[in-house]
């Protein structure tokens, strides 16, 4: 669980007006990109595939942890409409040095944002979840979101040997 009085956490105030509500904005196709293709792992301590049973999109997460149990390496190859391949570069992008609770919160807080929540916690970082945030509207994509954080969740406990 994440300490919103933490040093190493911050606030993010989910907007509500319909300017910063735009949905496929051009920093949100920006991420797509960087997930365009796919970037496994030779030899990842785990791989979790899953399946939106709603929407058919797939995101396979690998991870290779360090000797602390956080994140030495991801590696991703996703089949998603925009905002699962966005959620899944946003992961890639700062996933590294995190360990299990720490993605797990993370994973919860994307929950929380689509769920319709003001204002959500996470690590320092992440703001970059936000630009997630105006398809809360649209509840038939969350399951394409929130496959990437779900598999990383799932990887890092595997390898991690957290039941």
């Known amino acids: 669980m994440i300490n919103s009085a933490d040093s190493r956490t911050r606030r993010i105030a989910i ?7 735009e949905l496929y904005t051009d920093r949100l196709m920006a991420f797509c990109h960087d997930v365009a293709s796919p970037r496994r792992l030779e030899k990842p301590d785990a791989s ?33 409409c925009s905002l699962g391949s966005a959620a899944t570069a946003i992961l890639a992008k700062h996933a590294v040095g995190s360990d299990a609770p720490t993605l797990a919160a993370v994973r919860d807080a994307v929950r929380s944002m689509l769920a319709g929540a003001e204002e959500i916690v996470v690590p320092h970082g992440w703001d970059d979840i936000a630009v997630l945030a105006p398809a809360r ?9 929130m496959i990437a954080f ?14």
Request: proline share 3%.
């Open 48 to 80: 979790v595939a899953l399946r939106s049973r709603l929407c058919g999109s797939t995101v396979t997460i690998d991870v290779r942890l360090d000797k602390n149990d956080r994140v030495a390496d991801l590696g991703f190859d996703v089949h998603a």
């Open 15 to 21: 907007p509500d007006d319909d300017d910063a509500l």
């Open 150 to 163: 779900d598999a990383a969740s799932q990887a890092m406990a595997e390898a991690a040997g957290i039941p």
């Open 137 to 145: 509207d649209t509840r038939s994509r969350h399951s394409a979101i």
